[in-house]
């Protein structure tokens, strides 16, 4: 018995040892690889990202060469730290952490330690490079901002963190990636494909040749170069006119949705987020919380729209056929309802029909078509949920689904809201308790480019195509549906005609009268809306907003606009002679109204937004 069980201790642990050998060497060939990357080093070869032109083939983006020192930390050898530190302008305990930290990564790939030299830090060091076993330098390409403008919509590169390299397997510590805008957008198109050479080494970790006379090699794939919607000289025109304001410009093509500009303000020049002062640089903008440059006015900023959105509730009105162009209403500077309440107005004619009534922009009239629209059903719940789907038939209250990089929805309240708000069933709400909607303020939030797609839907008399930046790849028109497609309103055509007459007659004889370009004719409509903040816990009203949404020419509309101008006063001080410039720029190429310009230009609302911290007292509705 004890001879069988010595047989088989021995049989076993045979087969055990068989098993080993055949899973290590044929299964298993991690040491092949280890041995391999012993014998071989990889490098990279980067390729040149692709460069951003403007919709008219003005180069907005390139690049320029850099050089990146990178070390393998298994190769390190001792050397002169003083001497390297000196070379690089670098503190010892700062070159020590990044040591550190390429350790920490892995011994055997590349980690950079020195991000984008100079070129003569670049000439200094590449002599003595023999020196220095375990370091190299790492050829790259950096952009190279031909314009000053338009940071928030070309973005920037900056160094992959752990978390993309763990996710996707293309990128590796050390390798640049794009961050917002069109750069994150666009990031595989723009980044082309990295070329990789496999260099064989001897027993002394010497570079010897190719490895296998580099079949395994691959040349490096330029990224695509691409054309965007947006025109160079009018994005530079707006940003000028923007300085000292805060707040947002977007102006739209509505016959293609294409962006012609998209400003937000305050802002900076892209030139500061590249080179090695790139990470100081974006810490003072990112710890700036007052101005907030980093911050996209024009794609995240949910305002109140005010008197703008007065025409959609008009279209809504005609389309439920509790409205008609004749009916009018009378205003004795506003509307009251119920309890001594009142929904204030300025003066003007009384009564007003619709499209006097878009020109004088007249809150009572506007007050009595919301409450038709919500009173023409049953409960106030139906007829809120039928004005709210209308609404979001424009794009409103959701994502647009376009090809920006961030954004937000907006908000367009419906009945499951307002009976929260209202603990229903236990107590009711009607239209009156709504009624601020009727004007834009209310529960009502917009961003500065769903206020100029609005406007883009309106001289389309029903339809938009959604939104969106690109334009081209490599000279090839962009050809995704979503950007091509025709997006229809539930407001039937002909119910735009008036509307369209009424925001006409803004310009001819309403509240931007006194905007008019000389030879253009356009449709717009000013806006003022309240504008609250907290200022030491207590809730203070501010000075008011200006708004101004237009389209031109009237017939054929070549531009569709919103500006967005925070504590601008009222509608066509500051956002309405922006607007008019902008149209005036755009389809002239030149300015006539020289008056409204150098006043724009000479006119800082900095004071303004020192209030909240200096106790100055805020401008409201006088």
């Known amino acids: 018995m004890r001879k069988i069980l010595l047989y088989i201790t021995i049989l076993t642990t045979g087969l055990i040892f068989i098993g080993r050998l055949f899973y290590l060497q044929v299964v298993d060939t991690s040491l092949a690889i280890r041995s391999q990357d012993n014998a071989i080093k990889v490098v990279y070869d980067y390729p040149q990202r692709g460069y951003i032109y ?3 083939g003005e180069l907005m983006v390139s690049n320029q060469p850099s050089y990146d020192v990178m070390v393998i930390p298994r190769n390190l050898k001792p050397f002169d730290t003083t001497e390297f530190c000196q070379i690089l302008n670098l503190e010892r305990e700062d070159l020590e952490k990044k040591l550190d930290k390429a350790r920490i990564y892995s011994p055997m790939l590349p980690s950079v330690v020195i991000p984008q030299l100079t070129k003569s830090e670049y000439a200094i060091l590449q002599e003595k490079m023999r020196k220095y076993e375990g370091f190299y330098i790492q050829k790259r390409s950096l952009r190279d901002y031909q314009v000053d403008h338009s940071a928030n919509v070309l973005g920037y590169i900056a160094e992959v ?11 590796i510590s050390g390798d640049l990636i794009g961050r917002a805008g069109v750069e994150e957008t666009y990031e595989e198109l723009l980044r082309g494909v990295k070329g990789v050479k496999y260099i064989q080494k001897d027993r002394f970790n010497r570079d010897i040749g190719p490895y296998k006379e580099g079949i395994y090699d691959t040349l490096p794939e330029k990224g695509k170069d691409i054309a965007l919607t947006l025109d160079a000289a009018l994005q530079d025109y707006g940003t000028k006119l923007m300085k000292n304001k805060r707040g947002g410009i977007v102006a739209l093509e509505p016959e293609t949705g294409e962006i012609l500009a998209l400003i937000t303000a305050p802002t900076y020049d892209p030139a500061k987020l590249v080179g090695r002062k790139r990470s100081p640089n974006f810490t003072e903008l990112y710890y700036d919380t007052i101005a907030r440059p980093l911050y996209d006015r024009g794609l995240l900023a949910q305002y109140p729209p005010g008197s703008p959105f007065k025409t959609l509730n008009a279209l809504i009105g005609l389309q439920e056929g509790v409205v008609d162009t004749q009916d009018s209403f009378s205003c004795n500077h506003g509307y009251s309802y119920g309890r001594g309440r009142k929904l204030g107005c300025h003066a003007h ?4 029909s619709m499209v006097p009534g878009i020109a004088q922009s007249c809150n009572a009239y506007f007050a009595n078509v919301y409450r038709r629209i919500i009173e023409k059903y049953p409960t106030p719940q139906q007829g809120m949920d039928a004005w709210n789907a209308h609404l979001k038939s424009f794009g409103l209250g959701q ?23 209202y603990d229903y069933p236990t107590y009711k709400w009607y239209a009156t308790a709504t009624i601020s909607n009727a004007i834009g303020q209310g529960e009502v939030l917009m961003t500065p480019i769903q206020l100029a797609n609005m406007a883009a839907t309106i001289s389309n008399k029903g339809w938009y195509y959604t939104p969106h930046i690109l ?12 950007f091509t497609k025709k997006n229809y309103t539930s407001i039937e055509a002909k119910h735009f005609e008036p509307v369209i007459e009424g925001m006409h007659e803004v310009y001819k004889s309403g509240t931007a009268s006194t905007l008019r370009i000389p030879g253009v004719e356009i ?18 009203q501010l000075t008011d907003h200006s708004i101004f949404v237009a389209f031109a020419p009237v017939e054929n509309p070549k531009i569709a606009i919103a500006v967005f101008v925070e504590n601008g006063y009222w509608g066509s001080r500051y956002a309405g002679r922006m607007a008019s410039l902008m149209i005036e720029k755009y389809l002239k190429g030149t300015i006539t109204r020289t008056d409204m310009e150098s006043w724009i230009l000479s006119h800082s609302l900095e004071d303004e937004y020192a209030k909240p911290l200096s106790g100055e007292p805020f401008r409201i509705n006088q």
């Open 54 to 56: 403007d919709r008219n």
């Open 161 to 171: 963190n752990p978390s993309i390299v763990s996710k996707n397997p293309y990128y």
């Open 349 to 352: 004619n009384s009564p007003l």
């Open 399 to 421: 994502y647009m689904g376009n090809d920006l990089s961030t954004g937000q929805p907006g908000k367009i309240p419906d009945s499951d809201y307002y009976n929260q708000i």
């Open 471 to 482: 334009k081209e790849i490599e000279g090839d028109p962009i050809k995704e549906d979503k």
């Open 523 to 540: 449709a717009g409509k000013t806006g003022t809306a309240e504008n609250f903040a907290k200022v030491d816990g207590i809730r203070v």
